[in-house]
C-alpha cells in the first residue's frame, strides 16, 4: 500500500509561518527532517517534490480521444496543494 503525504499551503497559512518565532520555526523543521529522514531509512519513502507554484498550473484532460489543455488555477478548485 501507497500513501501519499501533501504539506498544503495557502496564503493564510505562510502568514502564519511568517509571524513564528526563527526557534518555532526551527522546531517546526526539525520535526519535518527526522519524518523525512525515517521514511528514507525505513525505504519507505519514495519520491519527495514540490509543486509548481498555482499560477503556473496547466490542466490536462484527455476526452474521447482529444486532448485538452487549459491554464489554470480554475474556479472550481476548492482548494490549492503545495
Known sequence: MK?????????????????VSNAQRAEG???YAALNDALTESGELLASEALADQGEAKRVRVHEGITMTT???FAEAKEHLA
Open 71 to 73: 491554464d489554470g488555477p
Open 29 to 31: 523543521l526539525a520535526a
Open 3 to 19: 500513501y501519499v503525504i501533501l504539506i498544503y499551503s495557502n496564503p493564510t497559512s505562510r502568514q502564519i509561518w511568517d509571524s
